[in-house]
């Protein structure tokens, strides 16, 4: 089964603080990808990720930026949090770009980042 | 642009019975069309994905049709049971574009009652 995992469930920052969430597949995958996930507005791309040290903006990157150093780990970095980047975060992974299966996703148990 | 909508955005039954969630989508040139499911608080988690060529695709008590000159898909979960209780959310691939990019529907919010 394919497993994506995400470092924290829970987490409290301040504004202004750099807060780092990471997430690692064990599937080989090509793609990562990174959402949040707000009530009314439902899933937003922030991040996507098609290979090591390749990233493409989103919906909303403003605010954000990823690192992706090695195949299996993308991490998403607040560069200074603020109130209204609280959020729950939800990292997803897929093989690689095509049709068929290739790009069903497989997401994280997700972070709730909450920003004082 | 493509856009994903899902009627209704809640329902409840009691236990037992068999559903049906609907979701739409104004381009039906799609890839495919993927169900997930998501328990309060956590992350999604893959039902089925169900491939452009395909018309059904079954995992368990779950079936999921596709009509794409419609631009319809649906869930079908047969003899409900409490722990079906969860928010249902179908997605398809950004199609020409930002290939992987996922649009997502609005969910249906299901209830079980026991």
């Known amino acids: 089964d394919v497993k994506v995992t995400q470092s924290s469930r829970y987490l409290v920052k301040r504004t202004g603080e750099k807060v780092f969430l990471e997430c690692v597949q064990d599937m080989d995958h090509e793609n990562m990808f990174w959402y949040r996930q707000d009530p009314g507005l439902g899933l937003r791309l922030i991040y996507f990720s098609y290979d090591v040290k390749m990233k493409e903006k989103g919906d909303i990157p403003e605010g954000y930026s990823v690192s992706r150093e090695k195949k299996e780990r993308f991490s998403l970095i607040l560069e200074s949090a603020s109130t209204n980047q609280t959020s729950m975060y939800l990292c997803a992974s897929s093989w690689g770009f095509g049709t068929g299966r290739y790009n069903e996703q497989f997401f994280g148990p997700g972070t709730r980042l909450t920003v004082l | ?114």
């Open chain 2, 1 to 114: 642009k493509q856009e994903v909508t899902q009627i209704p955005a809640a329902l409840s039954v009691p236990e037992g019975e068999n559903l049906v969630l609907n979701c739409s989508f104004t381009d039906s040139a799609i890839y495919n069309l993927q169900w997930f499911r998501q328990d309060p608080g956590k992350g999604l988690t893959s039902l089925l994905l169900i491939q452009s060529s395909q018309r059904e695709q079954t995992s368990g008590r779950l079936n999921a049709s596709l009509d794409k000159s419609s631009g319809r898909s649906t869930l079908y979960i047969a003899a409900s049971q409490p722990g079906d209780s969860a928010t249902y959310l179908c997605a398809v691939p950004n199609y020409g574009g930002a290939t992987n990019k996922l649009i997502f529907g609005t969910g249906t919010l299901l209830a079980v009652q026991p």
